[in-house]
């Protein structure tokens, strides 16, 4: 299950006054919400996860910026500054491994 001061540290941007315990919501500007305003927003992050997942994999996969910007000089030097080149075919396949859902 997802640790509500996620939920609410995400919903809401660390906002001063919220508090957790053990999973709980101690202490929130105007009031405790109720059990389904915390479930709904519990679907949202796990709704916004799922969808972003994607993302975080991709940065893991590409190469360091100084070794992309490598791949580049040698491309252009080559004329291959266009989709026959290392660095375009490294990048297209970092986005294939990991595509955006749909």
Request: glycine share 6%.
């Amino acid at each position: 299950m997802t640790d509500i001061a996620s939920v609410i540290g995400w919903k809401f941007s660390h906002q001063a006054g919220m508090e957790t315990k053990d999973g709980v919501i101690t202490a929130f500007p105007g009031g405790i919400p109720s059990k389904s305003n915390q479930d709904a927003w519990t679907a949202e992050y796990e709704a916004h996860v799922a969808a972003t997942a994607y993302q975080e994999k991709r940065r893991d996969a590409y190469a360091e910026l100084a070794d992309q910007l490598d791949m580049l000089f040698h491309d252009m030097t080559a004329g291959k500054a266009d989709k026959d080149g290392n660095w375009y075919a490294a990048i297209a396949k970092v986005k294939s491994d990991n595509p955006k859902p749909e």
